[in-house]
């Protein structure tokens, strides 16, 4: 019954905002490092920010400066504030679960930037 489900993507225009939800059910990932992949067509998943326990974070270069992950472990939430929208940033972004046996995968949410 583990699940991760993102939520909060959509349609902006560049230069624009959104804010992005993964909940967790199911178990418990306070103590694991979470993180927000992203992919489009014809390209390899990309880590785009990941967040340890404690609270230690890594960006991707693209999106240093304007992308900010966080996480509420008593909600079993992470979330991904991405601010200074551009039209490359428009991918399926899916959320990750690093256990030290295997990963959990969302289902991903539709992330598109255009004008």
């Known amino acids: 019954q583990v699940q991760l489900v993102e939520s909060g993507g959509g349609l902006v225009q560049p230069g624009g905002s959104l804010r992005l939800s993964c909940a967790a059910s199911?178990?418990?990932?306070?103590?694991?490092?979470r993180g927000w992949y992203r992919q489009v067509p014809g390209k390899q998943r990309e880590l785009v920010a990941n967040?340890?326990?404690?609270?230690?974070?890594n960006y991707a270069d693209s999106v240093k400066g304007r992308f900010t992950i966080s996480r509420d472990n008593a909600k079993n939430t992470v979330y991904l504030q991405m601010n200074s929208l551009k039209p490359e940033d428009t991918a399926v972004y899916y959320c990750?679960?690093?256990?030290?046996?295997?990963?959990?995968w969302g289902r991903g949410t539709q992330v598109t930037v255009s004008s």
């Open positions: 199911g178990s418990i990932f306070s103590i694991y490092t």
């Open positions: 990750n679960t690093k256990t030290p046996i295997r990963e959990y």
């Open positions: 967040i340890t326990k404690g609270g230690s974070t």
